[in-house]
T-cell receptor
Framework: GAVVSQHPSRVICKSGTSVKIECRSLDFQATTMFWYRQFPKKSLMLMATSNEGSKATYEQGVEKDKFLINHASLTLSTLTVTSAHPEDSSFYIC??????????FGSGTRLTVV | DQQVKQNSPSLSVQEGRISILNCDYTNSMFDYFLWYKKYPAEGPTFLISISSIKDKNEDGRFTVFLNKSAKHLSLHIVPSQPGDSAVYFCAASGSVGTSYGKLTFGQGTILTVHP
């Protein structure tokens, strides 16, 4: 089946630094990828839609300058959390759309900002 | 504005019995619904889905029922097994408008199946 690889699975960074999270579709091309964030004991909230070759579409309330998304190829989207703060600590998950509602999720990245 | 709601934060079931997880939605543009299973610190795993043109879809021990008039869906797991213990999310998507291609998730229900 389709596989989406997300890296790293865990990252601890100092406040003020930037962290990049990668999301790769391993055996299919994904023109669209989605980035979600999950707070403890909460639902997964869509942050943005990553479109290959064009700008990402951000959901209301998500700071695009804070969460930089790059979808440079049909198999790779990256999310960079810039100038991270402790409140950015969360579980970030990407998903890729295979079309016809075939969504495959990455394994997630646990970000801790200290 | 919670467009997809799972009002039961947790459910405890005996092994072998039926687990019923419920989900309600408010956006009438949603026409595709999915259930995911999630373990801590892992991404969601797809379980089963249903299109709004159907009212039931079955896959092994998992059956999803959709009641469009009530904007309600449910996931039935029978028989329940201890390995089913996880957080279950329902999600909805639409084929048109602003909900196209995006998944809106419920808050999740923690299912615990006791041996």
């Amino acid at each position: 089946g389709a596989v989406v690889s997300q890296h790293p699975s865990r990252v601890i960074c100092k406040s003020g630094t930037s962290v990049k999270i990668e999301c790769r579709s391993l055996d299919f091309q994904a023109t669209t990828m989605f980035w979600y964030r999950q707070f403890p004991k909460k639902s997964l909230m869509l942050m943005a839609t990553s479109n290959e070759g064009s700008k990402a579409t951000y959901e209301q309330g998500v700071e695009k300058d804070k969460f930089l998304i790059n979808h440079a190829s049909l198999t790779l989207s990256t999310l960079t959390v810039t100038s991270a703060h402790p409140e950015d600590s969360s579980f970030y998950i990407c998903s890729a759309n295979q079309g016809n509602y075939g969504y495959t999720f990455g394994s997630g990245t646990r970000l801790t900002v200290v | 504005d919670q467009q997809v709601k799972q009002n039961s934060p947790s459910l405890s079931v005996q092994e072998g019995r039926i687990s019923i997880l419920n989900c309600d939605y408010t956006n009438s543009m949603f026409d595709y619904f999915l259930w995911y299973k999630k373990y801590p610190a892992e991404g969601p795993t797809f379980l089963i889905s249903i299109s709004s043109i159907k009212d039931k879809n079955e896959d092994g021990r998992f059956t999803v029922f959709l009641n469009k008039s009530a904007k309600h869906l449910s996931l039935h797991i029978v028989p329940s097994q201890p390995g089913d213990s996880a957080v279950y999310f329902c999600a909805a998507s639409g084929s048109v408008g602003t909900s196209y291609g995006k998944l809106t998730f419920g808050q999740g229900t923690i299912l615990t199946v006791h041996p």
